[in-house]
C-alpha cells in the first residue's frame, strides 16, 4: 500500500472518536448513569454538526462496545434504547443534512425491532454525500477482524475467491468500514488513553489526540483543539521526514 505525505494530509477529513465519561460526568453531578449517557447524546447531535461546520468529512463515534455488554443489563438497555430513538428522531433532520449514516458492529444480539430500525437509516440515507457519519454500535475491533475472515473463508470454500489473492486491500473490503477511508484522526475523551477494541485494522497509522473533558462536556471548540493539534504534526507512514524525502 502506497500512502505519502502531502499537504492534504494536514486536515483529518476522517475523524474517530470514543465517546467516554458519561457516567463519571453524571457521578460528579449525583446523577445516574442514565443521565449521563443522554447528555452524550445531545454531545453527538452538536460535534456531527460542528465536525461538518469545520469541514471534517466523515465521523466515527464508538457508541457501544461489544465489551459493554457486560455492563448491567439495565445499562445495557438503556444505551440500545438511547440508539434506537436516535436513528428514529434523528433520522430526517440527518437526511435533510445529506449525512448518509452507516452502522458498524456485529448484528448479533439486536432484535428485530433495532435491526430494521439500523437497516432503516442506512438505507435512507444511502445515496446521501455531504458528510458520511459511522455509528460503531456492539462493535468490537476483533469481533470485526474474526467476522471478515470468515467471510472471507466462506469466499473461497464456495469457489468465489483465491487465497493466494488475500491482500490488504482485499482483506479490508470484508471489514465493516468497506467503502469508508481509514480513519486520519482518533480522538478519546475522559482522559482514558487506551484503544478500547476500537477500530484496530484501521487505526494503524492513525493520529491520536487525547483529551481530559469528559463526553457529555466535549465542544466545539475542543474539536477545534484535536484538528489543530493533527494539523501540527507530521505523519511520516513508516517514510523519513517529508524535508529529507524532498
Ligand atoms: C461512554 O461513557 C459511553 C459508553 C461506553 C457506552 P462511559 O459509560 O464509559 O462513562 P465512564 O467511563 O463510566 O465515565
Ligand atoms: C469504550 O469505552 C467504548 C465506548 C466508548 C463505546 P469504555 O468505557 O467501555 O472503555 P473501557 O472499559 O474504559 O476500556
Ligand atoms: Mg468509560
Known sequence: MTMSASLSDNFPNHIAIIMDG??????ARNKSRLFGH???VKAVRRIVEDASELGVKCLT???????NWSRPKAEVAALFGLLRRYVTDDLDTLNARGVRVRILGSRVGLNREMLRLLDNVEKVTETNTKFMLNIAFNYGGRDEIVRAVRAFAQDVQAGD?????LD???FASYLDTKDIPMPDLVIRTSGEHRISNFLIWQTAYAEFVFSPVLWP???REDLQD???IFSG?????GNLDAKEVA
Open 217 to 219: 462536556d466535549y465542544s
Open 233 to 237: 504534526r507530521e505523519r511520516r507512514f
Open 161 to 165: 475467491k483465491d487465497i493466494d489473492a
Open 22 to 27: 458519561n457516567g463519571r460526568w453524571a457521578k
Open 38 to 40: 443522554q447528555e452524550g
Open 226 to 228: 484535536a484538528i489543530n
Open 61 to 67: 463515534l464508538y457508541s457501544f462496545s461489544t465489551e
Open 168 to 170: 490488504e486491500n482485499l
